[in-house]
T-cell receptor, first 114, second 111 residues
């Protein structure tokens, strides 16, 4: 158990819909990262937040957005969902945003778009 | 971040040492070598990291060649639970650099 929690574990929704994925980092960790893992693209970094501010952006679509709240939990919002958005979404956390050696990953949310 | 090359798959007998190679010939002086693993559909798990010296922890050993162009992750006594995809990642630990995962090596540990 990494100490990172993600909800829900599974999510099934239809194309065009909007969903919100939630992540609670390990106690004391200030940085949160979101990753997407699909069969054809592998594990891809989406976005990073540190203490409420966006710090790094990867291959995140404009239909996706994220935020980190004052209590440090984070939410990833996916809208206008397409079949290709079906994937595992992982959240990770680390103590700091910069100079951070280790990221601890949560168990993931499996999103199925039908 | 430097690119890495890993074999797509490897086999290992239970109880034997598993030696997973990684080539990172374009590594820069300030880049670290990281290893993560992912057991089927679970979140990736940090294993070990190093800059130029060999490193050991309770999970594994990391051997980095003197020229730093390649490294080997060693699981000294592989168990069935070590069956996973192992990712070798090279990154700068400065600023807000992130992890870039490649395809990794699928290690199958058999009885």
């Amino acid at each position: 158990d990494s100490g990172v929690t993600q909800t829900p574990k599974h999510l099934i929704t239809a194309t065009g819909q909007r969903v919100t994925l939630r992540c609670s980092p390990r106690s004391g960790d200030l940085s949160v990262y979101w990753y997407q893992q699909s069969l054809d693209q592998g594990l891809q970094f989406l976005i990073q937040y540190y203490n409420g501010e966006e710090r790094a952006k990867g291959n995140i679509l404009e239909r996706f957005s994220a935020q980190q709240f004052p209590d440090l939990h984070s939410e990833l919002n996916l809208s206008s969902l397409e079949l290709g958005d079906s994937a595992l979404y992982f959240c990770a956390s680390s103590v700091s945003g910069a100079n951070s050696y280790e990221q601890y990953f949560g168990p993931g949310t499996r999103l199925t778009v039908t | 971040d430097a690119k890495t090359t890993q074999p797509p798959s490897m086999d290992c007998a239970e109880g034997r040492a598993a030696n997973l190679p990684c080539n990172h010939s374009t590594i820069s002086g300030n880049e670290y070598v990281y290893w993560y693993r992912q057991i089927h559909s679970q979140g990736p798990q940090y294993i070990i990291h190093g800059l130029k010296n060999n490193e050991t922890n309770e999970m594994a050993s990391l051997i980095i060649t003197e020229d730093r162009k390649s490294s080997t992750l060693i699981l000294p006594h592989a168990t069935l639970r070590d069956t996973a995809v192992y990712y070798c990642i090279v990154r700068v630990v400065a600023g807000y650099s992130t992890l870039t995962f490649g395809k990794g090596t699928m290690l199958l540990v058999s009885p």
